[in-house]
């Protein structure tokens, strides 16, 4: 665990980038700091590997302040990625993934092999291992740049903006990736992005800053969405958040009714489209299935033509439907 105690960052000649700031960053769990610019995010991150001292407070790694540690031996167990992904530009991508293993002591042909298998993980074939960076895609550079900081197989992971300087389509690939890798490693991981959705959706923990180095809230991301510590959190997160807190829960407890005639099936009851008039069927628009979220669910409501969510089972056939308001009536109820 990493835990800031009362840390305070006052840049000499500048204002204070980081004010009183406490918080833990939990073992195995990614903790994402969002805020918007110039809040003191990246000043924060920087603390944990020591490239910036605390004016005042502590930083520690499981009980151990890291002002009192050797340097080189704490990045060792400190990945570090940065936007742009930082890469030394004048050797292959195997290299710039084997450099720190073998400055670590590794022969240059196990650090070799270890980088192909890490090339791989991140979804890199080993076609790009001997180009330079400058001939690979900002996502795939992205990609070298989070296998390079893997490569010392550190407990411990520090990611600035890592995904920001990609267009959306590229970022929704690395994200994806980035919740696989981490399911499999469980790495201790610190990010900095300005982006709330990102941070929703990567964060198990979003600590959100505000201007002046102050830390606005603290909590899951279910927590931010459905309990906004005061009006700043509430903007911040979004207008729609009652809408995009329905995505962490799945529709298993939501009651349906039973399908009705107007429901047209195919011989193995699965849903056609609606019956709207005597020669009229309209597409359902989708359909869920109880393990969906109840996101999908008020999607369907909404898409629907008659304002009716479809339920299906495993074989696709039709078992169930939600009304809109019925699932309105749920959701206030849950609320209580
Ligand atoms: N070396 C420095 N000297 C003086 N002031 C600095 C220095 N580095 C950062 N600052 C100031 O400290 C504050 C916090 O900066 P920091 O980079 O930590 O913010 P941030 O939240 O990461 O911002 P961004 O999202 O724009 O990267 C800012 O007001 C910045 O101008």
């Known amino acids: 665990m990493i ?8 840049y000499p000649g500048g204002g204070t980038a980081v004010d009183h700031v406490s918080l833990e960053v939990p073992t195995g769990k990614t903790t994402v700091f969002v805020g918007p610019s110039g809040c003191g995010k990246t000043t924060s991150l920087r603390m944990i590997n020591r490239m910036i001292s605390p004016t005042s407070g502590r930083v520690l790694i499981d009980g151990e302040d890291v002002a009192g540690q050797d340097e080189a031996l704490l990045r060792r167990g400190i ?6 992904a930082g890469l030394f530009p ?7 993934v084997a450099t720190v293993p073998v400055l670590l002591g590794k022969t240059r042909r196990e650090a070799r092999a270890a980088a192909l298998g890490l090339l791989e993980r991140v979804g890199l074939a080993s076609e790009f291992a001997q180009r330079y960076p400058a001939q690979l895609s900002g996502g795939q550079q992205q990609r070298v740049g989070v296998a390079r900081a893997l490569a010392a197989d550190p407990p411990i992971m520090l990611m600035d903006e890592p ?12 994200h994806r990736e980035f919740l696989r890798l981490q399911k499999d490693l469980g790495k201790t991981i610190a990010m900095v992005t300005h982006d709330i959705d990102e941070a929703i959706k990567l964060g198990d923990l979003v600590v959100i800053f505000r201007q002046g180095g102050i830390v606005a809230q603290i909590g899951t991301p279910r927590e931010l969405l459905s309990d906004p510590a005061d009006d700043f959190v509430a903007e911040f997160v979004g207008r729609d958040r009652g809408l995009r807190s329905l995505s962490f829960d799945t529709a298993a407890e939501l009651p349906v009714k039973p399908v009705p005639a107007e429901l047209v099936v195919d011989e193995a009851g699965r849903p056609l489209g609606w019956r709207t008039g005597a020669d009229d069927v309209r597409p359902t ?6 393990a969906d979220t109840l996101r999908l669910v008020a999607d369907l409501a909404i898409l629907s033509p008659v304002g009716i ?14 009304p809109h308001h019925d699932l309105a009536d749920y959701l206030a109820a849950r609320r209580g």
């Open 79 to 84: 990945g570090y990625v940065i936007q742009h």
């Open 90 to 96: 004048h050797r292959t991508v195997l290299d710039n």
């Open 285 to 290: 628009g989708g359909t869920f299935t109880s």
């Open 309 to 322: 969510a479809v339920r299906v089972d495993a074989d696709g056939k039709a078992d169930g439907i939600t």
């Open 163 to 174: 995904f920001s300087a990609v267009d959306p389509v590229v970022r929704e690939g690395l």
């Open 3 to 10: 835990t800031f105690d009362d840390v305070v960052k006052v």
